[in-house]
């Protein structure tokens, strides 16, 4: 499956990335660090913002890992706070590797509110994810580098986007 990135300078669009994972596969992780790496602008990114640890179904992204990686803070953006139960259930019962899959997102903690949405995060505080947000939500909740990533995946897959919920 395709996945999409934005790269932006506050709320200035500067590049949009895109690569492939597989539909509950495991690469999520370095394909990410890749995109990261092949951005164009690697040495100005100051934070990677992800809509939720998993990508394509239950491709888990290891945030540590992918901190580690690219040497930045991760910093993981949902409306609500997901059900936790349903999914591990699923992880562990319907999908393969889903023991690891589960551990990484357990690995996470819990979910903690800020600035009105759901995050977890790795290589920050709870005040930096703040500001983070606060710099870089223009409408809504939602921060504009995931909202407009957003929109541009569905006009690439669909055909057209549309705004709403992210």
Known sequence: MRVF??????????????????????????ELARL??????????HLILLQGVALAGFN????????????L??????????????????????VPGGARKWWLIAALGPMEPCRGVWVQRV???????????????????????LRATHLIAGGVTRGSSRGGRV
């Open 60 to 71: 888990v992204v290891d945030a540590p890992a992918l901190g580690a990686l690219t040497g």
């Open 5 to 30: 990135g934005t790269v932006y300078a506050r709320t200035t669009l500067h590049a949009v990335v895109s690569g492939r994972v597989r539909r509950d596969g495991r690469n999520s992780t370095p």
């Open 36 to 45: 990261v790496g092949e951005s164009g602008a690697r040495e100005h990114l």
């Open 123 to 145: 290589g920050l505080s709870l005040g930096e994810a703040e500001t983070a947000l606060a710099a870089l939500t223009v409408t809504g909740r939602i921060p504009e580098a």
């Open 73 to 94: 803070p991760v910093l993981i953006v949902a409306r609500r706070p997901p059900d936790f139960e349903r999914i591990r259930a699923a992880l562990l019962t319907r």
